[in-house]
């Protein structure tokens, strides 16, 4: 009840002490009450304390208690989607997981043209870095969406 009413935290701590001590008392062998029963004696304090809060008595005037119910329509939550890329001087390749799970791929094998047009030797450590930046450009041009 106290996440729910801030205003309440106070009091229901009080309420909460009561039952700690009572079972206190109660390992301890003291006889307050019948087991799993709070002695009255300690609850009338808490009690007092609570029904003063509902009631809005005058020493509460200040802090009126409203009871505000609010209806949320929860959106979904975004798809989490995360791309992997890499490279070789001779290929590059990616996956796209969705939720944790692979749904889409491509592996593709550099070619004569790639070389020209990138100005790379396939197969030379050299084309390592322009492989790579090509893998991402081909994943993100594949699934832009």
Known sequence: MAHVVPEARPFAVAFY???TASEAAQ??????APPGRIACRRLRAAAAWFLTLIRGGESLAAIPLHRLVF????TPAP???RVEVDA???G?????FVEH??????SLQLTDDDSSILNIT?????????AECLAQLVALRLWKH
């Open 71 to 74: 209806h949320h329509e929860p």
């Open 27 to 32: 390992k301890a062998g003291a006889r307050e």
């Open 88 to 90: 070789s001087p001779w």
């Open 17 to 19: 002490a009561v039952m």
């Open 92 to 96: 590059l390749g990616g996956i796209l």
């Open 122 to 130: 396939i197969g030379e450590s050299s084309a390592q870095q322009t």
């Open 101 to 106: 799970s692979a749904k889409a791929w491509f």
């Open 79 to 81: 798809l989490l989607r």
